[in-house]
């Protein structure tokens, strides 16, 4: 995937799901779902992304692997970029960013992202989804997320 060959790390990813899918259960599975999520995304299959980081996330809530819920989440904010939707992305980027469980190479990404967003959306717009991202926990950011309706109120 570093290398830039998507369709080929999505080919390893498979293979390491099928062979982590029948040996371990919870984070194993999420931490290669989110990684074969971020191929796909590389790839330009967006839907298809979306689905990977979704079934990544919940199964990181399920088995309470917080930072690796945020690697999904960013996941979902890099995604949301390329669709063109810097509001979820910024507000999803700006939650990721603060956990204290974040390690500092997701926290740096999320910050690119968090600043990639910005630049496409003026003040007001900014502080509007800072105040939302700032007020939900994450429970209600992963429900937004998958019912597809973030900042619903600005």
């Known amino acids: 995937m570093a290398a830039g060959e998507y369709t080929e790390a999505q080919t390893h990813f498979t293979k390491s799901l099928e062979i982590f899918g029948e040996y371990f259960e919870g984070w194993d599975i999420a931490q290669s779902l989110t990684y074969f999520g971020d191929s796909v995304r590389l790839a330009g299959n967006l839907n ?35 669709e063109g939707n810097p509001e979820f992305s910024l507000e999803i980027s700006y939650w990721v960013m603060h956990p204290p469980s974040v390690t500092q190479e997701v926290r740096n990404h999320a910050i690119e992202v968090h600043t990639t967003a910005q630049s496409l959306l003026t003040e007001s717009q900014i502080q509007a989804i800072i105040k939302i991202a700032q007020s939900r926990t994450m429970e209600e950011i992963t429900a937004s997320i998958n019912s597809g309706v973030m900042n619903s109120s600005l």
């Open 48 to 82: 298809k992304a979306r689905d990977i980081y979704l079934n990544a996330l919940r199964i990181s809530i399920d088995s309470y692997s917080i930072p690796i819920a945020m690697e999904s989440l960013l996941g979902l904010a890099c995604l949301e970029l390329q």
